[in-house]
C-alpha cells in the first residue's frame, strides 16, 4: 500500500467499502455525492434502509482511531448533505436513513478488510 498516494488509498478503500456492503446485499446507489455542504461517500439501499456511508482509512490501532474521527461537526454535515439528496431524490424518502462507518485498514490483501460500526451516529446530530 505503501506505493500508493493519497488520493489512490482512498479510492481503494471505497472500492473496499462497496464490494463489502455489496456482499452484504445492499445495493450501491450513489457514490461521493458532493454538496456546499459536505460530501456523502456511499448512499446504499439495503431492503427498506437507505444507508449513508461514511468511509474512514484506519491505518493504527489508535484508541477510539477511525470511527472516532467522524466528529460531531463532521456528523452535522453528513446529516445535512443527507437531507438535500432526499430533497433532491423523492423516491428515497420512504426509507429509514441509517448513518454507518467504515473503518477500512490497508493490508496487503488488494481486498482490505471492512470493519463495519452500523448506526454510527443518528440524524439528531
Known sequence: A???DRLAIGRHAEECAV???QRRGAEVLIRNYRRR?????????DGEELII??????????????????TGLKQARIVRTARQLLQQQRALRSLRV????????????PDWPVEW???AFDCRA
Do not use: Y
Open 98 to 109: 441509517r448513518f454507518d462507518v467504515a473503518v477500512v485498514r490497508p493490508s496487503d490483501d
Open 19 to 21: 464490494r463489502s456492503l
Open 2 to 4: 505503501e506505493c500508493m
Open 37 to 45: 455542504s459536505g460530501e456523502l461517500d456511499i448512499v446504499a439501499r
Open 53 to 70: 456511508v461514511e468511509v474512514r482509512l484506519r491505518a493504527s490501532d489508535d484508541f477510539g482511531g477511525a470511527a472516532a474521527s467522524v
Open 117 to 119: 460500526i452500523r448506526h
